[in-house]
């Protein structure tokens, strides 16, 4: 159940099989480059419980792995000046964030799950609510501990809309999150195949979930909320 280029990366391949032996995962798609060259594609097993064989183009979530990308959008506004910092507050560009005692919460806490918000927007995000929904019960939200950053916990994804909107919100220009997330990132990189909201044209592709599904993976194609989506709606971190 394999294709690719694995004659370079035989302990990961063995690694990916060992995992679907024991039940971990159904399969895995692992692509490496080194100094610019590919050295190696692997498609191991298959899509899921009633997909079929796995294939280096299989469009598949990410879900949370999404994080990472608003990690780098956000210190790209930094360097261009359209974040002063990324020690700012949430607030400073999302005046409603403030509510429920997290005035003083800032981008980095959230980037580092050290906000308290846990399960903040958790529920909306989950059900593959519209982006201002997912953003405006997170701001409702109480942080579940105090101080904020004493401690680290793991963060779903209301939070990281927040800052998704917070960066959008500086950013010159009307763009969504998904728009600026494609133009700044993954363009620039090459992940032409690459969305923070699956185009209408993708819509019925076997491999995804049909609602809620989540970051999609293609070549690397992401979205959220809603399998179809226009991009403003569509981080699921």
């Known amino acids: 159940d394999m294709v690719g280029s694995d004659e370079h990366l035989p302990r990961t391949r063995r690694a990916v099989e060992e995992g679907i032996a024991a039940g971990l995962h159904f399969g895995a798609q692992v692509s490496v480059f080194k100094d610019g060259v590919e050295v190696g594609d692997l498609a191991v097993g298959r899509r899921g419980p009633d997909g079929g064989p796995m294939t280096s183009d299989a469009v598949l979530p990410w879900?949370?792995?999404?994080?990472?990308?608003?990690?780098?959008?956000?210190?790209?506004?930094?360097?261009?000046?359209?974040?002063?910092?990324?020690?700012?507050?949430?607030?400073?560009?999302?005046?409603?964030?403030?509510?429920?005692?997290?005035?003083?919460?800032?981008?980095?806490?959230?980037?580092?799950?050290?906000?308290?918000?846990?399960?903040?927007?958790?529920?909306?995000?989950?059900r593959g609510e519209p982006w201002d929904v997912v953003v405006a019960a997170t701001c409702k939200a109480a942080p579940e501990w105090a101080p904020i950053g004493a401690k680290n916990g793991y963060q779903m994804g209301g939070a990281f809309h927040c800052v998704a909107e917070a960066v959008r919100r500086a950013w010159p220009g009307d763009r969504s999150y998904g728009e600026l997330l494609r133009r700044e990132v993954f363009e620039p990189l090459g992940a032409r195949g690459c969305f923070c909201g699956v185009p209408f044209e993708m819509a019925g592709c076997g491999e995804m979930p049909a609602?809620?599904?989540?970051?999609?993976?293609?070549?690397?194609?992401?979205?959220?909320?809603?399998?179809?989506d226009d991009g403003s709606r569509s981080l699921r971190a």
Do not use: M, N, Q
């Open 211 to 228: 609602a809620g599904g989540g970051a999609f993976a293609g070549t690397f194609e992401l979205s959220g909320g809603s399998a179809v």
């Open 63 to 126: 879900w949370s792995s999404v994080k990472p990308c608003l990690a780098v959008l956000a210190g790209l506004a930094v360097d261009r000046g359209h974040l002063r910092s990324l020690r700012d507050p949430v607030s400073r560009y999302v005046p409603e964030f403030a509510a429920g005692g997290k005035a003083a919460i800032t981008i980095e806490d959230v980037l580092t799950h050290a906000a308290g918000l846990v399960c903040a927007g958790a529920a909306e995000s989950h």
